[in-house]
């Protein structure tokens, strides 16, 4: 648990609900935390969710670990506290946008557990879906598409998840896409059925035949 520093300060009730945003919206506001090994596709797959749900009339934003880390948290490295704390962070920023009607993805590897329990933990259930980006070690690091599996191998890169620091697998995710099996368009496309199934948004509508 974060110590509260501040004192002296009162939590002020919004005049604009949630249910008030949704109901305007026409979708439920929520969190899609995308987890898993370097290279597991993670960024890809969220980006290629937000284009879906985007032309769908979602407000939508990605919040991207490397993005995040060129600002909010630029002062936090990857030894396993300041990984907790940068954790921390966007688990509370993700927060903020759900409740403002906004289907947030988040694409990090965020490596533990208990860390990711704990930003569920700050979210209504049925709004906090954890997605699994399931891939082989071997597929990431022949993907590494920025050269960090390699570097890391070689000792030039220290505290990397998989070779010098642990990734604990998600012990009961929402979703599990194994993208070293699937193509992109098909690992979407099982994000927002499921986001269909538990009404956080609404089913496309279906073409009729001519």
């Not at 090994?37 to 979602?58: Q, Y």
């Not at 490397?66 to 936090?76: F, T, Y």
């Not at 590897?109 to 709004?127: H, M």
Request: aromatic fraction near 8%; hydrophobic fraction near 35%.
């Amino acid at each position: 648990m974060t110590e509260q520093k501040a004192t002296n300060i009162t939590w002020h009730k919004p005049l604009v609900t949630r249910a008030e945003r949704e109901q305007r919206n026409k979708y439920k506001g929520a969190v899609l935390w995308f987890t898993g090994l370097p290279s597991s596709g993670k960024s890809t797959l969220a980006h290629e969710v937000e284009r879906i749900l985007f032309d769908r009339s979602c407000n939508t934003y990605v919040l991207d670990g490397d993005n995040i880390r060129h600002g909010l948290n630029k002062n936090l490295g990857f030894s396993p506290e300041d990984r907790k704390e940068n954790i921390r962070r966007l688990g509370e920023v993700a927060k903020l946008f759900a409740d403002a009607g906004v289907l947030v993805l988040t694409a990090f590897i965020s490596p533990y557990q208990a860390d990711r329990d704990q930003a569920r933990s700050l979210n209504e259930q049925g709004r906090f879906f954890e997605i699994f980006c399931k891939c082989s070690v071997e597929e990431c690091e022949k993907r590494d598409p920025k050269g960090l599996w390699g570097k890391a191998r070689k000792g030039e890169l220290k505290e990397f998840t998989g070779v010098s620091a642990p990734y604990e697998e998600p012990k009961a995710a929402e979703i599990i896409v194994e993208t070293d099996k699937y193509n992109l368009e098909e690992c979407a496309n099982q994000i927002v059925l499921c986001l269909e199934k538990h009404n956080i948004i609404t089913p496309a509508p279906k073409h009729k035949k001519p």
